[in-house]
């Protein structure tokens, strides 16, 4: 509810450039699928994966927001055009931030989140020699 | 003068809660001196529990007479509205939903009170006192910053309106849902309180909880149930899980109270994880208070909002550390004289809830890491995203080995079990397993994740009946009812979100009236477009006949509809629902050459995520059940005995 409510805001504040994009029809891939149904798939799987900056979290793949809108459309037509989707995806990324991709990669403000992982798993795994391993020979 | 009289009720609940805090101090001390004062613990809480119903009845009524000279009705009320929706949107906002909380937490305290007499006096004291102090916190927290009755002069004309996304019958019921769940949350964790002030962790310390673990453990997955299903039907795109943080802020409470239940059981039946029980009853209710922190105090939308505006999110902030810093305070001062309980062996019913316990907590503690680290850097100027591709993969390192323990635990017995003895059952699931896996892969050759999914749902499936095996079933306990039938409904879970990650197809199309649309074994005519109205919106409403595999057309009415107060838009998608699976259509605009956009999408067993949350909840339901009709039948033998003592006694007096 409250990503929606979030658009509305968003859109009724912007400035007004946006309004003006707004009134533009939108871009011929925004709401169309690309004729090769894995060329399709890729770019499905690869927009699930993408921010919309305009919404509270949601992917480009669930928005109607004119911004997803505009960009389903740059990521239809460059998979169409023969991008990968990690290209893509760092075209995208070097216009708005490492913001805009919901798979955050290891970089010096991020390691944290691959590393605690590591650390729950060896937490895990030192809970449980604990508490089973040590009771081989129960109580008599 | 209706509005003060809410007001008044609510300063009076919290003196009441005062007392019953300086009541249950007293009671702890246990000396004879303070028994007059101890005495009067129970009686607060009782009427605490009245005044805050009508304090709440109060801003019900407010809402269903539109009084707009209240602030809070003028913000998000409008007199056109539908009656059910004036009255939940009384609810529908912060100091409502908060007053909403802080009732029902004074009604569980009533009920506690009122009915529960198993716990030593002492500790019942401790408990009622920590209840309590939680409270006093929360209408702190309602009265001197979020005061839902405050007046508004003049008063205006007409109301703001509710958001029209919350017009909606299923989220009217879905926050109250949540609340209760935290709330019985907030019950175990004072319970935990009381026990270690006067060191009774004891199995009947744990069959004192596991009812309150229990409810909230139902109303939580029906509330996750629910909201999943409304962002599914009402977002427009056919997503059902976002990881979204106001999502993750309810899946939190809701994967530690479940390992919150099992451990507790295995405390309740074998005397054994004392320490671990009582530690998952603080994080259960941290987790609770906490996603109340990140859903109310803005920090959500932006930690920069958060900032300038600081002071509910730093009230409830302060509050969160009070409790959870005082508890688990406590928690260390008494961890050492909690004796560990009973032993076990690995081979054991304890042994797989172990692993189902430290998996559980892993996986919270990776969505709390995911959900909040992107909050953090955002707090030194680095925007980060956490999503679906680092959620769900790093998820599943804990996920899929707990369901592989989740089919074959249930098979063991408590304390002490030979492999040998469940070989055959085990290797019959690896087997199932196996050939799940290899036929799924060989047919239809999808990602890892889903491929695992199915696989493991098989497993879960059957092993989750198993141990009806050589049982007779009608004497068999409600609560073995619960496990197996919510066990069983991970199973139908699972395979409904591995099933349609898999297997969904999607059309998007620009349509003109009279064209032909098909997706999957769907055939879909766009038969004509009209514009249709509504109390408080106008739509225009496409009528699309759709049939499957080419059988009798059903026509739906996907709807893009506009509301007027607040001006938004939504998306009323129209669903036709089988047994295996929904087609989901969705209305679009309409594009400069006059076509129309509509997405469909055939969507294999997605309702079975719901219905196997909905199994979940049942399979809680049903041993919670059983637990009080035990509790309620032990009441009564032990009244008897009691009566029979009184007869011998005046007989032989007499």
Redesign the interface.
């Known amino acids: 509810?409250?990503?929606?409510?979030?658009v509305?805001a968003l859109v009724l504040s912007s400035p007004m450039p946006l309004a003006a994009q707004d009134s533009l029809?939108?871009a011929p891939y925004a709401?169309?699928?690309l004729d090769d149904p894995e060329l399709e798939a890729k770019a499905?799987d690869l927009m699930?994966?993408l921010?919309c900056l305009k919404c509270?979290?949601?992917?480009i793949?669930?928005?109607?927001a004119p911004m997803a809108g505009d960009m389903r459309h740059q990521v239809r037509t460059r998979i169409a055009a023969g991008e990968s989707p990690a290209e893509v995806r760092q075209w995208l990324v070097d216009r708005y931030?490492?913001?805009?991709?919901?798979?955050?990669r290891v970089t010096a403000?991020?390691w944290?989140?691959f590393v605690?992982?590591l650390l729950?798993?060896l937490?895990?795994a030192f809970?449980?020699r604990g508490?089973?391993?040590k009771?081989?020979e129960?109580?008599k | 003068m209706i509005a003060e009289l809410g007001l008044v009720a609510l300063w009076l609940c919290a003196a009441l809660a005062g007392l019953q805090l300086v009541a249950g101090i007293a009671g702890l001390q246990g000396s004879a001196g303070l028994a007059g004062l101890a005495m009067l613990a129970r009686p607060a809480a009782l009427v605490q529990a009245l005044l805050c119903a009508l304090s709440f009845g109060v801003l019900l009524y407010l809402f269903a007479v539109t009084d707009l000279s209240v602030n809070l009705v003028a913000m998000n009320s409008h007199s056109d509205k539908p009656m059910i929706f004036k009255l939940s949107g009384s609810f529908g906002n912060h100091e409502g939903s908060m007053l909403l909380w802080v009732t029902v937490m004074a009604l569980a305290g009533g009920l506690i009170a009122a009915l529960e007499r198993r716990l030593p006096e002492r500790t019942m004291m401790a408990t009622l006192g920590a209840q309590a102090f939680v409270a006093l916190g929360f209408y702190a927290f309602l009265l001197l910053s979020s005061n839902p009755f405050e007046r508004l002069s003049p008063a205006p004309a007409q109301g703001n309106g509710l958001n029209p996304l919350l017009q909606d019958i299923g989220l009217a019921f879905h926050p109250p849902t949540l609340y209760f769940g935290y709330v019985g949350l907030s019950v175990a964790f004072s319970i935990v309180v009381g026990a270690l002030l006067t060191r009774q962790v004891t199995p009947e310390f744990a069959r004192v909880m596991r009812p309150w673990i229990l409810g909230a453990w139902v109303l939580l997955t029906i509330g996750i149930v629910a909201g999943s299903y409304w962002a599914y039907y009402e977002l427009g795109w056919g997503g059902w899980w976002f990881w979204d943080p106001v999502e993750n802020a309810a899946l939190m409470p809701w994967l530690a109270a479940t390992a919150l239940l099992h451990s507790a059981s295995v405390l309740a039946s074998r005397d054994a994880l004392r320490a671990w029980t009582v530690l998952l009853g603080v994080i259960a209710f941290s987790m609770s208070m906490l996603g109340t922190f990140l859903v109310r105090s803005g920090i959500l939308t932006s930690v920069h909002a958060f900032a300038v505006d600081p002071e509910r999110g730093s009230f409830i902030l302060a509050l969160l550390t009070i409790y959870i810093g005082g508890a688990l305070v406590l928690f260390a001062l008494r961890a050492g004289t909690v004796a560990e309980g009973e032993r076990f062996t690995v081979m054991s019913r304890e042994g797989a809830l172990v692993v189902n316990n430290v998996a559980l907590s892993a996986i919270l503690g990776i969505v709390l890491l995911g959900t909040l680290y992107p909050l953090l850097t955002e707090a030194f100027d680095v925007r980060v995203s956490v999503g679906p591709p680092y959620f769900n993969p790093v998820s599943a390192i804990f996920v899929l080995p707990m369901l592989v323990v989740l089919a074959v635990g249930p098979l063991l017995h408590w304390r002490r079990d030979s492999f040998a003895r469940i070989r055959p059952m085990f290797l019959a699931l690896v087997g199932l397993g196996a050939v799940v896996l290899l036929g799924v892969w060989l047919w239809s050759g999808i990602a890892i994740l889903p491929l695992l999914g199915i696989t493991l749902a098989a497993m879960v499936a059957v092993g989750s009946l198993l141990p009806l095996r050589g049982r007779n079933l009608r004497r068999m306990p409600l609560a073995v009812w619960g496990m197996v039938i919510a066990h069983f409904g991970v199973a139908v879970a699972l395979f409904g979100m591995a099933a349609d990650t898999a297997y969904q197809q999607e059309r998007l199309v620009a349509a003109n009236v009279g064209d032909i649309i098909e997706v999957g074994p769907w055939t879909g005519t766009l038969a004509g477009v009209v514009p249709v109205s509504g109390p408080n919106w106008q739509s225009i409403e496409a009528s699309l006949a759709v049939s499957y595999k080419g059988g009798e057309p059903i026509m739906t009415h996907p709807q893009a509809r506009a509301f007027w107060s607040p001006p938004t838009e939504t998306s009323e998608v129209a669903l036709v629902t089988r047994w295996n699976g929904q087609l989901y259509a969705a209305l679009g605009n309409q594009a400069e050459d006059g076509r129309w956009q509509v997405r469909l999408w055939w969507k294999p067993f997605v309702t079975w995520i719901w219905y196997g949350g909905l199994l979940i909840a049942l399979g809680g339901a049903i041993a919670l059940m059983g637990r009080l009709s035990v509790d309620l039948r032990r009441r009564w033998a032990q009244r008897k005995i009691a009566d029979r003592k009184v007869d011998q006694a005046e007989r032989a007096a007499g």
């Open positions: 509810m409250r990503r929606l409510l979030l509305t029809p939108p709401y169309q699928q499905t699930h994966t921010r509270q979290s949601q992917s793949a669930d928005s109607d931030g490492e913001y805009v991709s919901y798979q955050p403000s991020t944290p989140l605690a992982p729950v798993l937490l895990a809970i449980l508490r089973l391993v009771r081989k129960p109580g």
